[in-house]
C-alpha cells in the first residue's frame, strides 16, 4: 500500500509558466513533508520543506501548500526555468523520520 | 561544509561477491540513514542510526545486509552474498536532529548523498 502517491508521472511547462506539483497521502501521523529535486545519476537535492502545522511555506520561487483535510500537497515553481528540468520526489515523515517517498514527478521545462 | 559523501560512486561485482559500500556524513550530524532504489521503483527507506546506534533498521531486506556506524561517524553498508535484484542506487543521508518534526521550522531536514550505483551480475 502506497502511502505517498504523485500520480503524474511527467509534467511538461513552458518557460516562465508556474509548474505545479501534485503529492497526495493516506497516512494521517506524518508530521511535515519535504521535496526534493534530483537530476539522472546525481542524488536527491533537498527544495523545500513543511511542518504539518503550516499550510503554506515560500522559498524564492519555490511554495509548498499543504491541505490537510485532503491530505494533499502541491509544489509550486514560478517562474519555471530550464534548469528546474528534473525529477521531483514527495516525501513524508513522522517522529521515526523515516522517509516514505513517492514514485517521482519529471518535470521538462521547454523554451 | 561537505555533504554527504558516498563511496564508491559506481560497483559492477558478480552475484555471490561481496560489496561495501560506505558514507560520510555531514559534520555534526549524528542521524545517518540509509535508503536505496531499485528497479526505478521509490526510494526506499532501509535504517536509521543515531549516532552509533540502530535506531530503525526495519528496511533491512535480509540479513545478507549489515550496517555498521562504529564510533558514531562514517557507516559502511555490507552486502553480502550479493544477489542480482541487490542491483540498484543507494543513497546514504545524514540529519543534526531526531524528530525532525519538531524542527523542521527552525531549517533542519535530511540530506541525501550522490548515491552509490551497485549492479550484480
Known amino acids: 500500500d502506497q502511502q505517498v502517491k504523485q500520480n503524474s508521472p511527467s509534467l511538461s511547462v513552458q518557460e516562465g509558466r508556474i509548474s505545479i506539483l501534485n503529492c497526495d497521502y493516506t497516512?494521517?501521523?506524518?508530521?511535515?513533508f519535504l521535496w526534493y529535486k534530483k537530476y539522472p545519476a546525481e542524488g536527491p537535492t533537498f527544495l523545500i520543506s513543511?511542518?504539518?502545522?503550516?499550510d503554506k511555506n515560500e522559498d524564492g520561487r519555490f511554495t509548498v501548500f499543504l491541505n490537510k483535510s485532503a491530505k494533499h500537497l502541491s509544489l509550486h515553481i514560478v517562474p519555471s526555468q530550464p534548469g528546474d528540468s528534473a525529477v521531483y520526489f514527495c516525501?513524508?515523515?513522522?517522529?521515526?523520520?523515516?522517509?516514505?517517498f513517492g514514485t517521482g514527478t519529471r518535470l521538462q521545462v521547454f523554451p | 561544509e561537505a555533504g554527504v559523501t558516498q563511496f564508491p560512486s559506481h560497483s559492477v561485482i558478480e552475484k555471490g561477491q561481496t560489496v561495501t559500500l560506505r558514507c560520510d556524513p555531514i559534520?555534526?550530524?549524528?542521524?545517518l540513514y540509509w535508503y536505496r532504489r531499485v528497479m526505478g521503483k521509490e526510494i526506499k527507506f532501509l535504517l536509521h542510526?543515531?549516532?552509533?546506534?540502530?535506531?530503525?533498521e526495519s528496511g533491512m531486506p535480509n540479513n545478507r545486509f549489515l550496517a555498521e556506524r562504529t564510533g558514531g561517524t562514517y557507516s559502511t553498508l555490507k552486502v553480502q552474498p550479493a544477489e542480482l535484484e541487490d542491483s540498484g542506487v543507494y543513497f546514504c543521508?545524514?540529519?543534526?536532529?531526531?524528530?525532525?518534526?519538531?524542527?523542521?521550522?527552525?531549517?533542519?531536514?535530511?540530506?541525501f548523498g550522490e548515491g552509490s550505483w551497485l549492479t550484480v551480475v
Open positions: 516525501a513524508a515523515g513522522d517522529y521515526t523520520d523515516k522517509l516514505i
Open positions: 543521508a545524514s540529519s543534526r536532529e531526531y524528530d525532525l518534526g519538531l524542527s523542521i521550522g527552525a531549517g533542519n531536514t535530511i540530506y
Open positions: 513543511i511542518s504539518s502545522i503550516k
Open positions: 542510526f543515531v549516532k552509533e546506534s540502530k535506531q530503525d
Open positions: 497516512n494521517s501521523m506524518f508530521d511535515y
Open positions: 559534520s555534526g550530524h549524528d542521524n
